[in-house]
């Protein structure tokens, strides 16, 4: 056997492996949905590499990404559109692969569905995967005319969200929302300014294969280029990212930890503040007389929390402490609400959380929202303020939470005069911050007040 046709062997049968891991990933989301992103971690064996991982994160992120278009694709080569779950997550596996991996062979794409199949119990779903997929790959299918059906369908989201963005954004800006839903999310850098700067952060990750460009709109953002980037390397691999000088979050995220605002020598509070991402930018903000403290209710994310801090060498005070009741009192100069929401605005990152939300779980989240913020004021100075925060774009979550609370003695601000030039586009008449999912962006909403007394 020669070298060349052995290695073959080798990745088909990496391959296969991987295929089976995203099929039991898939029918575990369908029983119990779960993040993507833990999906990734709970079925990658420990034996698996920085390729089979690749694989089979493209494998889950993009079923879950594309899941109504591709039910729709090989639904029109069904009679009876009722499958037992293994087969209907071998045809979505099968489907994606023929429709968005061109590096993916068709007859592989094929054949990697059926053996998914290789059970006593499914030896007639293995014919009919066999055969639809044969058509999908010999047929080119059209999508639906209708706007509501092309959304829902072809750019796959949920029918309740296309029927609410067609109604309150009209159809160009829900097309635009939808899309920008389904592009990749880059990886972000966002620099360590006590350690380095853009300029010096990106030549040392060049110097070690990682390539990166600047970012949209943060000066101290960098875009991960894997393409571009050695074979093989992971950016976790690198000195620099030993050694803290970067952490990974989106531009959207830097840029509301800009808009809060933290100032040389000030004490913060982030109070729902897992994974760290803000946490990190807020301390770099307040300098090394500052003093920033993060509470987390969670005792795992507040876990993940620690292990961020110590790798960046944040010096930050961590807490195990529930928003709606900070175990202080008009303590800290201010005090931000980065609070868990719907997160309509990261779906691009999170394709899983389109097919677990409701429309009624927006007032839910509302709610919660609102007693947090309630909850956190309190520990506000006079003279200090708050900052509300959520990473997505509807209004039961953004302006009407902000619209409610009246806690005495605070007064909206006008934020804005920490961000960089380009961002102040996304500042809003009432000197709110939005952004909307595009651009190069992830969604985000945030809102300041003043709480008056003190020393402004």
């Not at 592009?183 to 110097?207: D, I, K, Q, W, Y």
């Not at 307040?286 to 960046?312: D, F, H, M, P, Q």
């Not at 009192?329 to 719907?342: G, I, K, N, R, T």
């Not at 200090?384 to 509807?394: F, M």
Request: net charge neutral; glycine share 8%; charged share 30%.
């Amino acid at each position: 056997m020669s070298r060349n046709l052995a290695a073959g062997e080798k990745n088909a049968r990496s391959a296969d492996l991987v295929r089976r891991a995203a099929h039991a990933a898939l029918l575990s989301f369908e029983k119990t949905p779960l993040a993507a992103d833990l999906l990734v971690e709970r079925f990658s064996p420990a034996d698996f590499d920085a390729r089979d991982r690749a694989f089979l994160r493209e494998l889950i992120y993009g079923v879950l990404r594309w899941r109504g278009r591709l039910d729709f694709v090989f639904g029109q080569f069904l009679e009876k559109p009722k499958l037992a779950p293994p087969a209907r997550e071998a045809l979505r596996l099968g489907t994606y692969q023929l429709l968005f991996m061109d590096r993916v062979p068709a007859h592989g794409a094929v054949d990697g569905a059926v053996s998914l199949l290789n059970r006593p119990n499914l030896g007639w779903a293995k014919g009919l995967v066999n055969a639809v997929l044969r058509k999908v790959a010999e047929h080119e299918v059209s999508p639906p005319e209708k706007p509501e059906d092309y959304l829902t369908i072809w750019e796959s989201h949920p029918r309740w969200l296309v029927r609410r963005w067609m109604r309150t954004l009209g159809d160009e800006e829900a097309q635009r929302r939808c899309r920008a839903n389904n592009e990749e999310a880059p990886v972000v850098f966002r620099v360590n300014t006590r350690a380095s700067n853009a300029r010096s952060l990106a030549a040392e990750l060049a110097n070690e294969g990682v390539a990166t460009q600047p970012g949209c709109v943060d000066p101290d953002c960098l875009v991960f280029l894997p393409d571009e980037s050695a074979a093989g390397l992971r950016f976790s691999d690198t000195a620099a990212w030993r050694e803290g000088k970067f952490i990974v979050v989106d531009e959207s995220s830097s840029l509301v930890s800009r808009f809060a605002g933290a100032a040389p020598g000030e004490r913060i509070l982030d109070a729902c503040a897992a994974p760290g991402g803000k946490t990190a930018c807020l301390d770099w903000a307040a300098g090394e007389n500052g003093r920033v403290v993060a509470g987390e209710r969670s005792s795992r994310r507040l876990a993940l929390l620690e292990r961020n801090c110590v790798r960046i060498r944040a010096d930050v005070r961590l807490l195990r402490m529930d928003a709606m009741e900070p175990p202080f009192h008009e303590a800290f100069d201010l005090v931000l609400v980065d609070a868990p929401c719907s997160g309509l605005g990261v779906f691009r990152r999170h394709p899983d959380a389109r097919w677990r939300l409701e429309e009624a779980d927006l007032v839910a989240q509302a709610q919660r929202q609102k007693e947090l913020l309630q909850g956190a004021a309190r520990a506000v100075r006079p003279g200090g303020r708050l900052v509300y925060s959520v990473c997505t774009n509807e209004p039961e979550e953004t302006e009407e939470v902000a619209a409610s609370f009246r806690e005495p003695g605070f007064v909206p601000m006008r934020g804005g005069g920490a961000l960089p030039e380009g961002a102040k586009r996304y500042l809003k008449p009432d000197g709110s911050l939005g952004i909307t999912p595009g651009d190069g962006l992830d969604g985000f909403f945030a809102v300041s007040w003043r709480k008056e007394g003190g020393n402004c």
